[in-house]
């Protein structure tokens, strides 16, 4: 497995690559791996003769009184998972390499950007969407995996794939879960062992969307209003936001019809967590599917 830090040795790696006539996969992280990120790497191994993983802590995509400086980094770690998974390169660089001079020049995908996460976080999305493009650019993947866990995220990536031309595939991975539940983050390491208890009313409140919709409801005031109801009812967790919208556009749905996302955000003591479900409805039948 190589170790690559700078410009000059990922453009060595793609031609030589390419020279060979090999595909190329990338999964990009922020690092602290866990079984998530593993799973995202296990969808992308088999379908490419290069797998690279990306691990960098990515500034633009946090604000300004966000966590980025407390960001758990736990490189050897993550060096163990990345053989484990039989990644052929991991690409790790420096800020200074990411971001040579101060940015001013940005991706923005207008509008999606600015509701669910980005009304809260206004300049997430377009650090994930920026950071993205260089590291799409640097090693010009055939393929890319996101997670369905940052299902806002998937959304945004796609409409940029789409709208910049770009020919790299998006591969959607299911969220991978603790037994109870609770989707599994880097940020879970913040939780003590109260809110980690409690921060399990995420999938829960998603579970009793879910069967009131497979019991029939359609109304999208009124899920939402369901999910908001389980949240509130844990002490501990402090609700951001529970929604029911478009997969597509993340505009509110009144009458549940086609693919929706049901989204849920809390903070539990200074940590917030994030969940969701994508429901393909009709009249009289529902299924999970993918963003
Ligand atoms: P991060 O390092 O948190 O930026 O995540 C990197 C990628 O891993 C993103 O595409 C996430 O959506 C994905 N990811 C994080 N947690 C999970 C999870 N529990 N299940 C599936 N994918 C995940």
Request: net charge negative.
């Amino acid at each position: 497995m190589q170790w690559v830090e700078d410009v000059d040795a990922v453009r060595r790696l793609v031609a030589e690559t390419r020279a060979q006539q090999h595909t190329l996969g990338l999964v990009p992280t922020m690092g602290a791996l866990h079984r998530g990120h593993v799973a995202l790497l296990h969808a992308l191994r088999p379908e490419v003769d290069r797998l690279v993983l990306s691990i960098f802590v990515n500034p633009t995509q946090f604000g300004p009184r966000e966590d980025f400086a407390q960001y758990p980094r736990a490189l050897a770690s993550d060096r163990a998972w990345a053989e484990a998974a039989h990644v052929d390169a991991v690409f790790c660089p420096a800020t200074s390499v990411m971001y040579p001079i101060p940015p001013s020049t940005f991706v923005q995908v207008e509008g999606i950007d600015q509701v669910l996460e980005g009304a809260v976080r206004p300049t997430h999305f377009r650090g994930v969407a920026t950071v993205v493009s260089k590291l799409l650019n640097l090693w010009t993947p055939d393929v890319i995996a996101l997670g369905q866990k940052d299902a806002q995220q998937v959304v945004v990536v796609r409409r940029m794939l789409q709208e910049l031309l770009w020919p790299t595939r998006l591969v959607v991975v299911p969220t991978v879960r603790e037994p109870d539940g609770l989707a599994l983050s880097s940020r879970n390491v913040y939780l003590s062992p109260a809110e980690r208890q409690a921060a399990v009313v995420l999938h829960r409140s998603l579970d009793a969307a879910l069967q009131a919709v497979r019991r029939g409801e359609r109304d999208g005031a009124r899920v939402a209003a369901e999910l908001a109801a389980a949240i509130q009812a844990e002490p501990l967790a402090q609700l951001d936001y529970a929604v029911v919208v478009d997969a597509a556009t993340l505009a509110p749905v009144t009458r549940l019809a086609g693919r929706v996302l049901v989204a849920v955000a809390a903070r539990f003591g200074t940590t917030r967590l994030l969940d969701n479900c994508c429901l393909a409805v009709d009249e009289d039948d529902v299924r999970t599917v993918l963003a």
